[in-house]
């Protein structure tokens, strides 16, 4: 689970009802046609890792389900986000703050169970020392890619 979000801007522009002086210009494109523009989509945040985060939209934005699709978040909702992690930053006692974390941690791990802390299953495979191999990361492995080393074969 890579928990990248992206935080996004979206202007909508009507193609036929565009307010006075919104010009388009899309130089070196010449496949875009700026009369047909009907929304200008900005990356203005991004963040992987961040459970406590993920868990917060999930919650109070998703509806309680991880659906993994764009959500629509308004800005008083970004600046309730915005106030709470600034109170969690501005905790100096590290006990405190544990205790903080702990709390953040019951609602990701007990009561939404937005995130659960799933064990990566690994696994043991023994392979002849002349078999020329890949190794799979996710479990997927590629046999087509294998090779045997006759001479290694034949020395044995």
């Known amino acids: ?14 193609t036929h009802n565009r307010p ?27 963040w992987r890792k961040a459970n406590q985060i993920h868990a917060w939209f999930v919650k109070y934005v998703q509806g309680g389900e991880d659906k993994c699709r764009p959500f629509s978040v308004s800005a008083e909702q970004l600046a309730e ?3 709470l992690c600034k109170q969690i930053v501005a905790v100096k006692d ?10 953040a941690a019951n609602i990701i791990f007990r009561d939404d169970a ?10 043991q495979s023994v392979t002849k ?8 990361v996710g479990g997927q492995e590629y046999y087509d890619k294998w090779d045997i080393n006759m001479a290694a074969k034949m020395s044995q």
């Open 94 to 103: 590290n006990a405190k703050r544990q205790e903080l974390y702990a709390a």
């Open 20 to 46: 006075e002086g919104v010009k388009i210009e899309v130089p070196g494109m010449t496949h875009i046609d700026p009369a047909k523009v009907q929304e200008i989509r900005e990356q203005v945040g991004y």
């Open 1 to 14: 689970m890579g928990l990248d979000m992206y935080l996004n801007r979206v202007t909508f522009f009507s």
């Open 81 to 83: 986000l915005l106030a």
């Open 114 to 123: 937005a995130v659960a802390p799933i064990y990566w299953y690994g696994s």
């Open 129 to 136: 020392p002349w078999v020329v191999r890949t190794f799979s």
